[in-house]
């Protein structure tokens, strides 16, 4: 009788242990999510003397910047995921080298997945749901057994082949599960936010969030913004680890029950 895969009860409760358990390990590399949020934020106050034209260009190229290290923190945590042993988890978060070597072909990876993801998209909304689904393991796969470019894609549809809504709902529902804990932790800094510098300026950081695109470019607009952008990091920064984890667990049970 083949094994069935981890049930979504104890993925949601098994993720959550083990985010609890290794807390520590996890924030050490997921807190540098906040190195380039808070460049932002001193960078948006002290040019704010000068041309709103000059701030958009220089906070512009931090954000790219930004999503680059970004990368590089992911990969950091599916690795601590990933590791076998404490000591291991140890490693990986007090050596800041690990991880730079895996960035290039995990860019690649990622940039394939996402462009299958978009080309399905442009087709019709569900192929690029369906290609979401099946490629989500290619970076842990490459990471796992160092399977690159599009061999890791089509390990992945393979890993998920004859599995596709069993493998949905089960990456669906935790995810909603702790994106609804993310938005709590959000609303609560928002909270305590408001206490220090008032229930106004908060909602003007997150219309001026909100109407980021459209916002007239303003030196105060670009300092709401950079708050703004802050205060939504840090649950990310406190949460990405579980989504990460949680999807560590079912890529290992796909495997075990394949």
Known sequence: MATPLISIRHLIADSWTVYAKHWNRMMEVSLWLLLFPVLHLLLAFALSVLSPTVSVYVLGAVEILDGLFSVWITIRLMRVALAQSPKEEGLIAHNLRIGWEAYLPFFLISLLTSLAILGGIALFFFPGVWLAIIFSFAPLLFLDENIRGTRALAASA???????????VRIAVPGIFFFMLMLFALSLLNFIASLFIGYGTVDRVMEAVSQ???????????????VGMFLSRLPQ???????IVALTKLYRSLKETR
């Not at 393979?158 to 949905?168: D, P």
């Open 237 to 243: 920064a406190l949460f990405l680890p579980i989504f």
């Open 212 to 226: 980021s695109v459209w916002a007239p470019i303003t030196s105060e607009t670009i300092k709401l913004q950079s």
């Open 158 to 168: 393979e890993l998920v082949k004859g599995r596709w809504w069993a493998t949905f």
